[in-house]
């Protein structure tokens, strides 16, 4: 998840080249550029499992540079209004020239909020009771709320020039990377409200739409239940109790699954009251600017057509049966009759392998470096310069994400690494994310901003090729069935999971418009939405009803409809790992243009242009879903063989 993305759009989101099994031999993978040993040599030094935030601003949310930094950019935000205000409406060349300099300067500034909005949220993710930090990060909050304000008064000037005028202003050659965003921005501006109105409901969200997802994170932070394992028991965060789900003991993945709903259970009407004040507050801004779908800013943040949307919808749901058919040899290998949520990433038994951090991290640098050594060299940088926070203890937020530090030209990942191959595929795929950023960390502000569906690229690329490398170094039949099922537990996944998380978000905005959903419709919502995406696949008690609290997707306010992108970035990643293959060594070059492109041009241009297709059109959706699924008949093979 590429949190810089979700915060941006507000004004601040497991893999195979296979040897041998048996007769069975699966297609090569992308070794395409370096050498076997040329990768070993660059591997990571022996690492650090917490992170290095201190050679960003020493001493966390005590740090006295911070404070200076966020005093610094408050005063540059307060002289941009100053400026703005005293810029020209119907500028001539001289005052067009004053309008450049501002956007410029303006973009320095955004950079530098978002580059402290991303530090006070680390600090926040790695110890969730710094209640300082996150103090902090609402005050960063506010400002970027500021930063809007002007933003609007920007769109406001756009909209009130003729095109003559504002095309003269693009031609500035200091605008040149920013044309797309900025023109981007003007027509979005047209579907909103008057901008007087903007700049209130920007300053307003900061303290009630943005101030629900902070209550959740706090919620989501300070909850814990106890687990007993091996006779002992312990108080476990819910990060600690979500990697549970993927043990090989069916009954620590039982308890963990109630210990999480049990602690949501506990605090659901909080929860309740939380989603339905979010999401009625983004109705009511909705209602205001007349959108009648609640997909409309999900599309216009994704860069996206509906039409894309729908057709790559159908062409997952027409998937499901054989999804269906894989799921069915999984259960014959887990000896279980029916198969319920907690069984959807568990391992197969005693032919999992488990990876220590400094194997996982020479596995992944080896496999990338073999596909790209500039990949690989800036792989091995992050890691052996600690931009990755892995360690497993209580008190830190859950799940993972990748974070920009636009100013120091870096990024820092987080996540809680316990040693199984789920993990070292976040890894991978985080490391994708800070890849793409640093691709664009010499890009102005306004030219960062690649859309959601878009930011799942280099994440899901980076799990096929480090996937394809472990099936390839696979010791035997039950090896590979064991990573040919964590490949099809993503396609499950991102067919059934996240699609059930889109169909529930799609039905909840519509019943809520009519006023507060409760929490026992909230539940039935849920389950109906997962049996549509799912069909029969879960036992009829195998459901997830709290899903919608315990998912912190549903409670994101930068970015609704927080699930198609997975999905997109799923399949579209697909289709690019194909071109790799086809194309040898010469693609890394051009893999890294297509990510310089994603911000300054739409989705459906980026497709065209580095792949020739129509994402518009069923067939490379189609196509897509069909090689999602192309390992569920060598899956079923090798299942038999399995004992």
């Known amino acids: ?190 579907l909103k409200m008057e901008p007087k109105l903007e700049k209130l409901a920007a300053e307003l969200a900061v303290n009630g739409y943005h101030a629900w997802n902070r209550l959740y994170t706090k919620i989501y932070g300070d909850l814990r239940a106890e687990f007993v394992e091996g006779g002992k028991k312990q108080m476990l965060s819910l990060g600690q109790l979500a990697n549970k789900l993927s043990s090989p003991s069916r009954a620590t993945r039982k308890q963990a699954f109630e210990k999480i709903s049990g602690a949501w259970k506990s605090t659901e009407d909080l929860a309740a009251m939380e989603l339905n004040s979010l999401v009625g507050f983004r109705l ?76 996982a991290c020479g596995f992944i640098l080896e496999h990338l470096t073999a596909f790209s050594p500039d990949l690989g060299r800036f792989a091995k940088m992050a890691i052996d310069n600690r931009w990755v926070e892995a360690e497993d203890r209580p008190g830190k937020s859950g799940g993972g994400f990748c974070t920009g530090l636009p100013t120091a030209k870096q990024s820092r990942i987080f996540m809680t690494y316990s040693g199984n191959y789920n993990e070292m595929m976040t890894l991978a795929h985080e490391l994708g994310h800070a890849y793409h950023s640093w691709v664009l960390k010499d890009y102005p502000h306004f030219a960062r901003h690649y859309p959601m569906n878009l930011a799942e690229t280099a994440s899901t690329f980076n799990e096929l090729v480090v996937t394809d490398a472990a099936l390839e170094a696979a010791a035997g039949t039950k090896e590979m069935v064991s990573l040919l099922d964590k490949k099809l537990q993503d396609t499950l996944i991102m067919f059934c999971d996240i699609r059930c998380r889109y169909i529930f978000d799609t039905r909840f905005h519509e019943e809520r418009k009519k006023g507060p959903v409760p929490k026992e419709r909230l539940g039935e919502l849920m389950v109906e939405a997962q049996k549509a995406a799912f069909g029969g696949i879960l036992a009829e008690d195998g459901h997830h009803p709290l899903f919608w609290a315990a998912k912190l997707h549903f409670s994101e306010s930068a970015v609704p409809f927080y699930n198609f992108p997975y999905t997109f970035g799923h399949l579209f990643a697909g289709g690019i790992y194909d071109r790799a293959k086809k194309e040898g060594a010469s693609f890394a070059k051009a893999y890294r243009g297509l990510l310089a492109d994603t911000p300054i041009m739409t989705t459906e241009g980026v497709a065209k242009k580095h792949l020739g297709i129509d994402l518009r059109k069923p067939g490379f959706w189609k196509a897509a879903v069909d090689r999602s699924l192309a390992d569920v008949d060598l899956f079923i093979k090798l299942a038999r063989k399995v004992k």
Request: net charge positive.
């Open 284 to 359: 009511s801004l909705y209602r205001e600017r007349r959108w009648e779908s609640p997909l409309a800013e999900a599309l216009l943040m994704g860069r996206v057509k509906r039409e894309t949307i729908d057709a790559m919808w159908d062409a997952v749901a027409q998937g499901r049966k054989r999804i269906a058919s894989y799921v069915a040899a999984k259960k014959k290998i887990l000896g279980i009759d029916e198969f319920r949520w907690y069984d959807m990433i568990a391992p197969l038994g005693k032919i999992e392998k488990t990876y220590a951090y400094d194997e």
């Open 1 to 190: 998840m590429d949190i810089n993305l979700m915060r941006a759009y507000a004004g601040k989101t497991g893999k195979g080249k296979a040897k041998s099994a048996g007769k069975t031999k699966r297609s090569p993978g992308p070794r395409m550029a370096g050498s076997a040993a040329r990768a070993r040599r660059g591997r990571a030094k022996p690492g650090n499992l917490t992170w290095d935030l201190d050679s960003i601003f020493p001493g966390g949310s005590a740090s006295k540079e911070f404070e200076a930094f966020r005093a610094a950019v408050a005063r540059d935000l307060e002289k941009a209004k100053k400026t703005l205000a005293g810029l020209p409406k119907r500028p001539d060349r001289k005052g067009l020239g004053r309008w450049a300099s501002f956007i410029v300067s303006f973009q320095d500034v955004g950079q530098r909020l978002g580059h402290a909005d991303s530090f006070a949220y680390c600090l926040i993710a790695q110890n969730v009771s710094d209640t300082r930090a996150m103090t902090l990060y609402e005050q960063v909050s506010a400002m970027a709320a500021t930063w809007e304000a002007i933003k609007t008064g920007l769109e406001e000037f756009a909209l009130g020039v003729d095109e003559r005028t504002w095309k003269q202003l693009l031609a500035d050659k200091r605008l040149e990377m920013a044309r797309f965003y900025l023109n981007e921005m003007r027509d979005t501006a047209r």
